[in-house]
């Protein structure tokens, strides 16, 4: 595949790395020449300095023989320009862009990227992407990561492994075993730097970082069983009224029993939350200021989430909040070099917005054979769902007997509401939804096997 990438900032560079990374030809475009500069010498791409929208600098790009455009410049309107230019001078078959404006995104203005309107084949809010990725988060307090899949039926968990977990020590086999009536499977394992996928025999050590593939009616067994069970926050602090704490606040109002308080340093953004917030609190002031943390009630606060978008001050507050009585906190943080600091610092959650985009978009990308995707482990790895078609080699083959590649594991099975695990001897049908875990190096296999005979590896 060709893909031109307007936008060399950290989506760009960081869509650009996952689509070079599996082969593919790829043009980034971007005004600003370090940048440029900076994508050419870390990945295997081209690059071209210029105006993400113009039309001599997307020609230059390769724009007319490309089957993708991916538009991700910090500019909606230079995005939407991008895809206009790309659908009616070069008849690009794909085309997406991120929009962060919510007034472009709003419901009364829906046939603005119809057919007749904008040639936009997929809108990406990141402000909305992470928002419901929070949301998700806070359904399994106890994990560091969660991913839903096959619409819901199951779950993929990030657990930490702790000296007092009741894990600690025990052989992945063993655990299964203990547990026949539940359905799950340990798919990924991260000890210290290294991701790998576990045999029966090793064991889980205290630090680690598990990925547990578990059905979401057995969720809360897992969480007990890795002795994360925490029940969901039911008070709540929010640092940040911006589009992002703003949609977490009115999602949450509409949940029964949850008390929610808002911390703004903008008066006037404190102001317009204040108007369309009608059940939340909104307090003006810095969240680093230990009266105004006093006065939304942290002490009591089952959960403090930092939203604001300022990696320091998300970092900052989120210790105080937990210092001052907070049980949980969660912060966004965009730079990946506070990333070590979390564990040191108390804080139990770090979301990043540019993973959670690049999940987004390339699930888009992949729209066809993959269904769904999420980015774990720093990028390290991918859990991917996807259908099984007629015409698919793992069609007629049993799950317990897969030849699979190196580094991929099969998570689950689903088949209408029914949940199917690895050790479980059912013979794949057409139309079955299949989730995989796979190491990055191995993603582009995964893909592969919706699609073409094993015999390929």
Request: hydrophobic letters at 45%.
């Amino acid at each position: 595949m060709k893909a031109v990438i307007c936008g060399a900032g950290r989506v760009g560079h960081g869509i650009a790395r996952e689509l070079a990374g599996e082969g593919n030809a790829v043009t980034v475009v971007d005004w600003s020449r370090e940048l440029i500069d900076r994508v050419t010498t870390d990945l295997d791409v081209r690059g071209v300095v210029g105006h993400g929208a113009h039309p001599d600098v997307l020609e230059r790009a390769g724009l007319a023989n490309a089957d993708l455009l991916v538009a991700v410049t910090y500019s909606d309107e230079t995005n939407m320009v991008a895809c206009q230019v790309a659908k009616t001078l070069f008849d690009t078959p794909t085309r997406i862009a991120r929009v962060r404006a919510q007034s472009y995104l709003d419901r009364r203005w829906s046939e603005l990227f119809s057919s007749d309107g904008l040639p936009i084949d997929v809108t990406i809010s990141p402000e909305l992407e992470v928002s419901r990725s929070i949301l998700q988060r806070l359904e399994t307090p106890g994990a560091f990561a969660t991913a839903p899949f096959a619409n819901s039926r199951v779950q993929l968990l990030g657990l930490q492994v702790d000296e007092n977990s009741p894990v600690a020590g025990s052989p992945r086999g063993q655990l299964i075993d203990l547990f026949p009536d539940m359905g799950f499977d340990i798919v990924g394992i991260q000890r210290d730097k290294t991701l790998f996928i576990p045999e029966d025999t090793d064991p889980l050590m205290s630090g680690d970082d598990v990925y547990v593939c578990v059905q979401a009616a057995h969720v809360k067994r897992a969480l007990d069983m890795f002795g994360r069970s925490a029940p969901r926050a039911r008070r709540v602090v929010i640092v940040g009224a911006g589009n992002i704490g703003l949609y977490v606040a009115r999602a949450l109002e509409r949940v029964s029993g949850v008390r929610v308080r808002v911390i703004e340093r903008d008066k006037g953004q404190a102001e317009r939350a204040a108007d369309v917030l009608r059940k939340t609190v909104v307090l003006h002031g810095d969240a680093l200021d230990r009266e105004i943390l006093s006065e939304a009630g942290v002490e009591d606060a089952e959960l403090a989430l930092c939203l604001t978008n300022d990696d320091k001050v998300n970092l900052l507050s989120a210790v105080m909040a937990r210092r001052e009585g907070a049980e949980r906190s969660v912060c966004l943080v965009n730079d990946e070099a506070f990333k070590p600091v979390r564990e040191s610092l108390g804080i139990n959650v770090m979301i990043d917005p540019r993973e959670v985009t690049v999940s987004t978009i390339l699930q888009h990308i992949r729209r066809g054979r993959i269904t769904g995707l999420q980015s774990l482990a720093g990028g390290g790895a991918e859990a991917l769902e996807g259908v099984a078609l007629a015409t698919s080699p793992l069609v007629g083959k049993a799950l317990n007997a897969l030849d699979l590649p190196e580094d991929v594991a099969v998570c689950a099975l689903v088949r209408g509401d029914h949940v199917h695990f690895a050790r479980e001897r059912v013979v794949i049908e057409e139309n079955d939804r299949l989730i995989f875990f796979a190491l990055k190096g191995a993603v582009s296999k995964v893909e592969q096997l919706f699609r073409v005979s094993l015999q390929y590896f």
